[in-house]
């Protein structure tokens, strides 16, 4: 069996950029903005609970199987599908894998970026002071006046994708190494300041149980998919980004170890979120968890306004959350990317620009769907933003994500898993378990609950 020491696009400088690199990925949107506002709107624990489950059980194994492979093909997960294939004697039917990732990639950060837009937008209102002394009703007003306005929402979705795209096409681990350094502690010192004062000033009480309180009658059959979709778009899997960056890991650094330190890192950070958020929404009239996307971008600044030097400490946070976005944007790119790069020995600026051209057309209908199109639904209550965050994160990353164990547990070679990994006898039969039966059949379950689940409902 070929083994490549290198990746042609570069390689990480050590293991601990990539736990950054990969945690950079993993913590984003998804963990500050969205984890709490769908917490929110599934009703806390429960959804918590399975949301946790989900991570350990099925996310842990299928992160460990796309940096295996990706570290053993070191190309894009396209060509490294098609080698793997090749060695294993399998069919070509699992290159799929890496087909429907780039697709799955295209379509979500067409809507991540709208939202990393609404991020940099909040760094200029907060920095403005508008929210000092604030209440829930003005910042409600605030952030949907905002939503009403297209040009606006526009102007800074292209922002967004023009910065993804100049960092993207400077070569990742460049700048991006660099960067990310200071980036994560700094996010993680914010955090821990946004939850103190959470803790002070809102119903703390309430945001916790709120958080952790089990009821399971406040779960519905959705709510279980949805969970699963979170835990693995937090995680940034299921659609070759990991496995991407996984062909850039050196070969002395050990899979699972990372793996679970990326996984606890991307954890801290959404629970930190949700400790920051729900007790500001209990301590507020006129907040309700249950909100929806808004969430971040009302209670943050009603906080922070209502704070000693809040403006300056709000621009700061927002600038992160931004941040955090754009690292994970980077991601959502590179398995596209580096297929163009490889297939057409094309140039890396020029292959950027022309995804983000893509990307940015296509965020247009996400843009226009909090406005314009608010009354246009694709199916059922669904606008345009709905239809294709609900396709790519609970259908399209769940279904890339059981492709890759199955084809990790039960078609690749033992002897090359047995390689990547190296494994303590001990905990071999656990990594087995877990990749052939748990991971497939959890994503399976859940799958098979909803479908029958809406059916009954
Ligand atoms: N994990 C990121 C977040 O939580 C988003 C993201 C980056 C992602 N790369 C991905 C999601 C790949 C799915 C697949 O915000």
Redesign the pocket.
């Known amino acids: 069996m070929a083994q490549e020491d290198q990746s042609r696009h570069g390689m990480w400088s050590s293991r601990l950029l990539f736990i950054l690199a990969a945690a950079g990925?993993?913590?984003?949107?998804?963990?500050?903005?969205?984890?709490p506002y769908i917490v929110g709107e599934n009703g806390g624990g429960a959804f918590v609970v399975v949301y946790l489950v989900c991570i350990f059980l099925i996310g842990v194994p299928i992160m460990m199987a796309e940096v295996l492979m990706g570290r053993h093909g070191r190309q894009s997960p396209i060509n490294t599908m098609r080698l793997l294939v090749k060695e294993s004697n399998a069919r070509p039917f699992w290159i799929m894998i890496g087909w429907m990732?780039v697709l799955?990639?295209f379509l979500?950060l067409s809507y991540?970026a709208v939202i990393a837009g609404w991020a940099f937008y909040y760094i200029f209102q907060l920095a403005s002071g508008l929210f000092e002394g604030a209440d829930g009703a003005f910042a409600t007003e605030t952030f949907n006046t905002f939503l009403a306005d297209p040009w606006l929402m526009l102007f800074w979705q292209t922002l967004f994708m023009a910065l993804t795209v100049f960092i993207v096409s400077r070569g990742v681990s460049r700048g991006l190494e660099a960067a990310i350094k200071w980036f994560m502690p700094l996010l993680f010192i914010l955090m821990v300041a946004v939850v103190g004062y959470s803790m002070i000033w809102g119903d703390f009480a309430a945001g916790l149980s709120f958080l952790f309180s089990f009821d399971v009658s406040a779960l519905s059959v959705d709510g279980v998919l949805i969970a699963m979709g979170q835990a693995?778009?937090?995680?940034?899997?299921?659609?070759?980004?990991?496995m991407a960056y996984g062909a850039y890991v050196p070969m002395n650094t050990s899979v699972t170890q990372t793996v679970i330190t990326i996984a606890l890192l991307?954890t801290g950070v959404?629970l930190a979120a949700g400790l920051a958020i729900f007790p500001i929404v209990f301590a507020s009239p006129g907040l309700e968890p249950g909100q929806g996307p808004g969430l971040m971008f009302v209670t943050i600044p009603l906080a922070l306004g209502n704070l000693p030097f809040g403006a300056i400490v709000g621009a700061i946070f927002f600038a992160l959350v931004s941040f955090?976005?754009i690292t994970?944007?980077?991601?959502?790119t590179e398995p596209a990317l580096a297929y163009l790069v490889e297939e057409y020995n094309a140039k890396r600026e020029r292959v950027a620009i022309s995804l983000g051209v893509i990307c940015w057309v296509l965020g247009i209908g996400t843009v226009l769907s909090f406005n314009v199109w608010a009354d246009f639904h694709i199916v059922g209550e669904k606008t345009f933003f709905d239809f294709v965050d609900y396709v790519?994160?609970n259908i399209m990353?769940p279904l890339g994500g059981l492709l890759i164990a199955l084809c990790a547990g039960w078609v690749l070679p033992k002897a090359l898993v047995k390689a990547q990994l190296k494994l303590p006898a001990g905990v071999e039969p656990v990594w087995s378990v877990l990749i052939k039966f748990v991971a497939p059949a959890g994503v399976l379950a859940v799958f098979v609950y909803t479908l029958f689940g809406n059916v009954v409902a």
């Open positions: 990925s993993a913590v984003g949107l998804g963990n500050i903005w969205k984890f990732g799955a990639g979500i991540y693995f778009f937090t995680l940034s899997l299921g659609m070759g980004a990991i991307d959404a955090a976005a994970s944007a980077i991601s959502l790519s994160q990353l």
